[in-house]
């Protein structure tokens, strides 16, 4: 999927030293819910996984490319989590390189990744969880016409205080 900054594009074997960097970041632990590192092995195997289809991993992970004369070079990373066909919906989480943020590649991913839920998997809705501190994502998926719809107070343990984090939800209306 391209769009006029990036392009999303499934794992590689090649994407491993990256994974295994954003997922082994203590500072990103509380938003995901890891409390412990994610081995090579592991990651390695969710790679070789990766082509399986979303309807039987309830999950896909794209890799968010910026788009260079130059080449591409990966910024981050875009996921949908808790598929649900049934009801049509699912989550969307998204982690771009703290030296590549406020750069529009968040934005341009998040939009490509709306029109694949809506457009191909036919979702009627997908959502996401944001912490209130979280003022640039809050930012990006109100511009991406989510709307805030609950309030988890004291939801999440960042080190020695507790955060309250958003549900946002975007329901397609056709």
């Not at 632990?29 to 039987?56: C, G, K």
């Not at 998926?141 to 960042?158: D, N, P, S």
């Amino acid at each position: 999927m391209k769009g006029e900054k990036v392009e999303l594009r499934a794992i590689e074997p090649g994407d491993i030293n990256l994974l295994y960097e954003w997922e082994n970041d203590k500072n990103q632990w509380h938003i995901s819910n890891t409390v412990a590192p994610f081995s090579r092995f592991v990651l390695e195997q969710y790679i070789m996984n990766s082509h399986l289809d979303i309807y039987s991993t309830k999950q896909l992970r794209l890799m968010i490319d910026k788009i260079s004369d130059s080449g591409n070079k990966t910024v981050g990373t875009i996921d949908l989590f808790d598929f649900d066909p049934n009801n049509k919906r699912a989550g969307i989480g998204i982690l771009i390189k703290k030296s590549e943020r406020k750069k529009g590649w968040a934005s341009d991913a998040l939009g490509l990744l709306i029109d694949y839920c809506f457009e191909v998997l036919h979702l009627h809705q997908v959502y996401c969880n944001i912490l209130e501190s979280n003022l640039a994502s809050l930012e990006l998926f109100k511009k991406h016409r989510f709307e805030i719809v609950g309030l988890k107070k004291e939801w999440i343990q960042a080190k020695d205080t507790w955060e309250n984090e958003y549900l946002l939800q975007r329901i397609n209306k056709v």
